[in-house]
């Protein structure tokens, strides 16, 4: 099946410094997401890319949909305490009756020194 | 609202045993979809619904079974456990093609 490569698998970073991470598939996707999952809770969306290209913020987050379709990036300015946590892509495919099958990276875990 | 809402939070099951993991959504969400994360790794999708009666497979399918008789509940089953399927499972809903929302997860040891 499909899979996605994340990366890097951790970082670890002081307070106040950017963030980035990237996501790279074999296949191609129509719709790149990306999640945050807190410790003990399900995974939250953070942003969602619909175009080639696109690049959308959402405050202090920052994220890119690739020109190939085949990759997505994301980028957390100024970091905060509150950013600790684990980062996930997401790729999205079609399936039966326009129902969208979410195909995921293995996460970045997001630790910050104060 | 409550959201998502999964049902149990723990569970320690034995080899061969067989469970039903609960979810339930107040938001009217007509799709909803389970999934496995397993450690350090993302999450895979395991059965989708795309309605009362209409089921389709994810990526894992293998020893696991679902069924939705109504919008608000979409039960998953594990037959005959086994210790790959120790894992946190969590369930999701999306109106139609929307953002999906998930629930807390379940974390199931089987041991």
């Known amino acids: 099946g499909q899979q996605l490569n994340q990366s890097p698998q951790s970082m670890f970073i002081q307070e106040g410094e950017d963030v980035s991470m990237n996501c790279t598939s074999s296949?191609?996707?129509?719709?790149w997401l990306w999640y945050k999952q807190d410790p003990g809770e399900g995974p939250v969306l953070l942003i969602a890319l619909y175009k080639a290209g696109e690049l959308t913020s959402n405050g202090r987050l920052t994220a890119q949909f690739g020109i190939t379709r085949k990759d997505s990036f994301l980028n957390i300015s100024a970091s905060i305490p509150s950013d600790v946590g684990i980062y996930f892509c997401?790729?999205?495919?079609?399936?039966?009756?326009?129902?969208?099958?979410?195909?995921f990276g293995q996460g970045t875990r997001l630790t910050i020194n104060p | 609202n409550a959201g998502v809402t999964q049902t149990p939070k723990f569970r320690i099951l034995k080899i061969g045993q067989s469970m039903t993991l609960q979810c339930a959504q107040d938001?009217?969400?007509?799709?909803m979809y389970w999934y496995r994360q397993d450690p350090g790794m993302g999450l895979k999708l395991i059965y989708y619904s795309v309605g009362a009666g209409i089921t389709d497979k994810g990526e894992v399918p293998n020893g696991y079974n679902v069924s939705r008789s109504t919008t608000e509940d979409f039960p998953l089953r594990l037959e005959l456990a086994a210790p790959s399927q120790t894992s946190v499972y969590f369930c999701?809903?999306?109106?139609?093609?929307?953002?999906?929302?998930f629930g807390p997860g379940t974390r199931l040891t089987v041991l």
């Open positions: 999701a809903s999306s109106y139609g093609a929307g953002e999906q929302f």
């Open positions: 938001m009217n969400h007509n799709y």
């Open positions: 997401a790729g999205q495919l079609r399936a039966i009756q326009g129902a969208q099958k979410l195909v």
């Open positions: 296949s191609i996707f129509n719709t």
